[in-house]
């Protein structure tokens, strides 16, 4: 059974920096395609960042140049670095994964596995 769950959310200033986790199990991460979505109140959740299982990664353009996702095998564990947090970054971070080596998508009706949530909040 595939397990999700997100760690490292919280409260930071414009400018500053926050690493989120996401402890999987119940899989290979290794071949699993992974990424990071987010959620604000009314509106519809969107991309933030993709590695697939072949490690290519892709980013949305909101986020280009200050995010980088990442994923240790060894600790099955997935990253978000994120740093120049703005105000507008602010939303509800969640993980998701799927068994599509190859998945590219920041359609979030594509992805198969989904954790809680985290929350991040940047205050300008």
């Known amino acids: 059974q595939v397990q999700l769950v997100e760690s490292g959310g919280g409260s930071v200033q414009a400018g500053g920096s926050l690493r989120l986790s996401c402890a999987a199990s119940?899989?290979?991460?290794?071949?699993?395609?992974m990424a990071w979505f987010r959620q604000t109140p009314g509106k519809e959740r969107e991309g933030v960042a993709v590695?697939?299982?072949?490690?290519?990664?892709t980013y949305a353009d909101s986020v280009k140049g200050r995010f980088t996702i990442s994923k240790d095998n060894g600790k099955i564990t997935l990253y978000l670095q994120m740093n120049s947090l703005k105000p507008e970054d602010t939303a509800v971070y969640y993980c998701a994964a799927d068994p599509r080596t190859t998945l590219t998508t920041m359609t979030p009706r594509l992805w198969n596995s989904w954790g809680q949530g985290t929350q991040v909040t940047v205050s300008s």
């Open positions: 119940g899989f290979t991460i290794s071949t699993y395609s």
């Open positions: 590695i697939n299982g072949y490690g290519v990664t």
